[in-house]
């Protein structure tokens, strides 16, 4: 079993599509581990897109990122990582596939509703950015 990152982003807060996008989300048949609402502080979220520090858009995306609330959960399926990116579509979601998740809700590249760690090594650091692994036992407890 493979585990990822999800972040339901503020745009998908403020839109209300939270029960849309996890209804999408467990129907692809991920197992919700962890799961919290959160408002990153500008560390956070400057952190957690450190790789992208040197990016024009950098400072756009810090700032959206840390607009509103969003949702943070880590996922757990076999292929996780590459089937909830399948599930997402492509980062702008002009170019995103019809049925995935982006192509349904997403308003721009930035304002792009969800997050999904991009490999397995990411998968595993992002998911213990935000949760420790009592959170997740905890929460896997009562899983039939
Ligand atoms: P992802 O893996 O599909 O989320 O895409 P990236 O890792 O390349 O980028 C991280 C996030 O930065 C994206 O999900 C967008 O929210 C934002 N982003 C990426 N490219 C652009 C861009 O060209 N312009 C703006 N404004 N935001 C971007």
Request: aromatic letters at 8%; a negative charge; hydrophobic letters at 45%.
């Amino acid at each position: 079993m493979e585990r990822t990152l999800a972040i339901l982003k503020p745009d998908c807060v403020r839109k209300q599509l939270i029960g849309q996008v996890l209804d999408r989300i467990e129907r692809a048949g991920f197992r919700i581990l962890a799961l919290r609402m959160t408002w990153l502080t500008r560390e956070q979220a400057e952190a957690f897109y450190a790789v992208h520090r040197e990016r024009d858009f950098y400072p756009d995306l810090v700032e959206f990122m840390t607009s509103g609330p969003c949702v943070v959960m880590a996922l757990e399926k076999e292929n996780a990582v590459a089937d909830f990116r399948a599930l997402i579509g492509a980062t702008d979601p002009a170019e995103a596939a019809e049925g995935t998740i982006r192509h349904q809700f997403a308003d721009s590249k930035q304002c792009n509703i969800v997050h999904g760690s991009d490999t397995v090594e990411n998968g595993q650091k992002e998911v213990a950015f935000f949760f420790g692994e009592g959170e997740i036992v905890r929460n896997r407890v009562g899983v039939m």
